[in-house]
């Protein structure tokens, strides 16, 4: 059964950092693209992060929101996918979503159930 | 960035009505174009992807059409499971955007 359970999440100071995990079970991740999505509370989705599956050497894209403060990264041996999270600002506090995409079909296919970051004083 | 625009942000309608939900884009998509379905407290869940191809295990009363910039998710007989938030998205070009939402409420 394909899984991705995120963790990491929590209550964060501005300018602070946060790094989240997904794990990933059912499935081998390094062979798929791995995405980030946030969800502010009580509004739509927007994609931050992907990291490109193994045949691309897991190279990366990132929204304009978050470049320069936030990475992706993997750990192929754990089949895990991060985020690391810097500099933050209360309008980062939303639920973290990670979601996998098929490297041929390129919309994410499976998603997990999120893990809530807030970020406030 | 590429913009999508759902329309209606909210549709009231009964089990076993039809409905239709509509995706506009700000510029051209081809057909690289998903939907998503997401109820409370859950992540989403893939729909439809490539505009009209039906992901695995989804019910055949989902379809999807369209091309270029203008999309459409059709339901063709609406059951209690299918009130819920949905959401079009693009991924033709980076940033990968969705649409703001539609909700699906029981009329």
């Known amino acids: 059964e394909v899984q991705l359970v995120e963790s990491g999440g929590g209550l964060v100071q501005p300018g602070g950092s946060l790094r989240l995990s997904c794990a990933a079970s059912?499935?081998?991740?390094?062979?798929?693209?791995m995405d980030w999505v946030r969800q502010a509370p009580g509004k739509g989705l927007e994609w931050i992060s992907r990291s490109r599956n193994k045949g691309n050497s897991f190279s990366t894209e990132y929204a304009a929101s978050v470049r320069g403060r936030f990475t992706i990264s993997r750990d192929v041996s754990k089949n895990s996918l991060y985020l690391q999270m810097n500099s933050l600002k209360t309008e980062d506090t939303a639920v973290y979503y990670c979601a996998r995409t098929p490297a041929g079909q390129n919309a994410f296919d499976f998603w997990g159930q999120g893990t809530l970051v807030t970020v406030s004083s | 960035d590429i913009q999508m625009t759902q329309s209606p942000s909210t549709l009231s309608a009964s089990v076993g009505d039809r409905v239709t939900i509509t995706c506009r884009a700000s510029?051209?998509?081809?057909?690289?174009l998903a939907w998503h379905q997401q109820k409370p407290g859950k992540g989403p869940k893939l729909l439809i992807y490539?505009?009209?191809n039906l992901e695995s295990g989804v019910p055949s009363r989902f379809s999807g059409s369209g091309s270029g910039t203008e999309f459409t998710l059709t339901i063709s007989s609406l059951e209690p499971d299918d009130f819920a938030i949905y959401y079009c998205q693009q991924y033709n070009s980076y940033s990968l955007t969705f649409g703001q939402g539609t909700r699906l409420e029981i009329k």
């Open positions: 510029q051209t998509i081809s057909r690289w």
């Open positions: 059912g499935f081998t991740s390094s062979d798929y693209y």
């Open positions: 490539e505009t009209s």
